[in-house]
């Protein structure tokens, strides 16, 4: 399947969840925002959410430093 995860293409496997793209992309859920479709999202409500042809995710992601 075809999404767009920020800003740029790419091909995943259908029915990949939210949960197993942040996985594949080495990403702590409780680390990152999500935005998908224009929609924030709560990430731990939504780890399970299956993702679609055409999705559009946007993934900010925490960093800590000093």
Do not use: C, S, W
């Amino acid at each position: 399947m075809n999404m767009h995860v920020n800003g740029e293409n790419y091909q995943f496997d259908a029915g990949l969840t939210i949960g197993q793209l942040l996985k594949q992309l080495d990403l702590q859920p409780d680390r990152v925002v999500l935005e998908l479709n224009q929609n924030i999202l709560n990430t731990t409500d939504n780890i399970n959410t299956e993702l679609h042809e055409e999705d559009k995710l946007e993934i900010i992601q925490f960093v800590g430093g000093g």
